[in-house]
T-cell receptor, first 112, second 119 residues
Framework: KQEVTQIPAALSVPEGENLVLNCSFT??????LQWFRQDPGKGLTSLLL?????REQTSGRLNASLDKSSGRSTLYIAASQPGDSATYLC???????????FGSGTQLTVLP | GAVVSQHPSWVICKSGTSVKIECRSL??????MFWYRQFPKQSLMLMAT?????????EQGVEKDKFLINHASLTLSTLTVTSAHPEDSSFYIC???????????????FGEGSRLTVL
């Protein structure tokens, strides 16, 4: 059974810093990995999707990498802004029904 | 991206009543939809996989008679919380994948979630 872990659980940085969020998964037989953002009391916003055949995806200031052999993914946020403050969730797509298994999330606070 | 709509976005009900939550894919068809539950300050936990035209598949520990799932069409899945109790209060989120994307490769799109409060 797929297990997804995210470190750190919480992170606070000053505005402008570059930062890395980490995600690890136990089953390397994933189809893809998604990174999401969740604001308090809200649903999920999909940030990046990395297919199993890819190593990274970029969107604006965000870059996500995937290393299936080591069971790791990272989300890199460049030049962080207060508006980036949210909980970031990674999820691995695996299993017979291709369901997503979520990590516990990293709560990011970017201080102005 | 594709749009998944959930209704209602929030609901308050009395203990013992039943509540139905709808999940619709607005601009694509989905043979499979997923229902998640999220308690405060916790991550999303998969409750069940909803399959169009057949029975849902429930995760271990999720009571199928309490959480009734119906996936009657390629664009609609419903979750009914029967005889709701305060411990069922949670944030329920559905997701769906465009069936044209093929199994396992397509992005999952999420609804905005439905917050249930049982008094």
């Amino acid at each position: 059974k797929q297990e997804v872990t995210q470190i750190p659980a919480a992170l606070s940085v000053p505005e402008g810093e570059n930062l890395v969020l980490n995600c690890s998964f136990t089953d390397s037989a994933i189809y893809n990995l998604q990174w999401f953002r969740q604001d308090p009391g809200k649903g999920l916003t999909s940030l990046l999707l990395i297919q199993s055949s890819q190593r990274e995806q970029t969107s604006g200031r965000l870059n996500a990498s995937l290393d299936k052999s080591s069971g790791r993914s990272t989300l890199y946020i460049a030049a962080s802004q207060p508006g980036d403050s949210a909980t970031y969730l990674c999820a691995g797509n695996s299993g017979s029904a291709r369901q997503l298994t979520f990590g516990s999330g990293t709560q990011l606070t970017v201080l102005p | 991206g594709a749009v998944v709509s959930q209704h209602p976005s929030w609901v308050i009900c009395k203990s013992g009543t039943s509540v139905k939550i709808e999940c619709r894919s607005l601009d694509f068809q989905a043979t499979t939809m997923f229902w998640y539950r999220q308690f405060p300050k916790q991550s999303l936990m998969l409750m069940a996989t909803s399959n169009e035209g057949s029975k849902a598949t429930y995760e271990q520990g999720v009571e199928k008679d309490k959480f009734l799932i119906n996936h009657a069409s390629l664009t609609l899945s419903t979750l009914t919380v029967t005889s709701a109790h305060p411990e069922d209060s949670s944030f329920y989120i559905c997701s769906a994948r465009d069936l044209r994307a093929g199994p396992g490769t397509g992005e999952l799109f999420f609804g905005e979630g439905s917050r249930l409060t049982v008094l």
